[in-house]
């Protein structure tokens, strides 16, 4: 099973930036950033494969980038113009074998980073 650590979360002003990294400790296809909020249900940020296609939540579009370093078994998540409503724990997933952008699978999930968007 994969293990996967978060780390880059912290306190961050509206309209500010934070970069989030995913750290595997080996190579997986498809990943995912997903983001659960106080009193809320987990819910899916962006997907990319290991080709580098990716998709996003309505909401984050224009705003957050995902993207990976294959070499460094890593993935990012780039946030820009935070939004209070944006703060979450925000965890990295592994997509089972054969995941794609179209049809994504949840697997091993890291423990989350806290990101929180206040003046």
């Known amino acids: 099973q994969v293990q996967l650590v978060e780390s880059g979360g912290g306190l961050v002003q509206p309209g500010g930036s934070l970069r989030l990294s995913c750290a595997a400790s080996?190579?997986?296809?498809?990943m995912a950033w997903y983001r659960q909020a106080p009193g809320k249900q987990r819910e899916l940020v962006a997907i990319?494969?290991?080709?580098?296609?990716?998709t996003y939540a309505d909401f984050v579009k224009g705003r957050f980038t995902i993207s990976r370093d294959n070499a460094k078994n890593t993935l990012y998540l780039q946030m820009n113009s935070l939004r209070p409503e944006d703060t979450a724990v925000y965890y990295c997933?592994?997509?089972?074998?054969?995941?794609?952008?179209?049809?994504?699978?949840?697997?091993?999930w890291g423990r989350g980073t806290q990101v929180t968007v206040s003046s």
């Open positions: 990319i494969t290991s080709a580098g296609s990716t």
């Open positions: 080996r190579r997986i296809g498809a």
């Open positions: 997933n592994a997509g089972q074998s054969y995941s794609t952008i179209y049809a994504y699978t949840p697997g091993s």
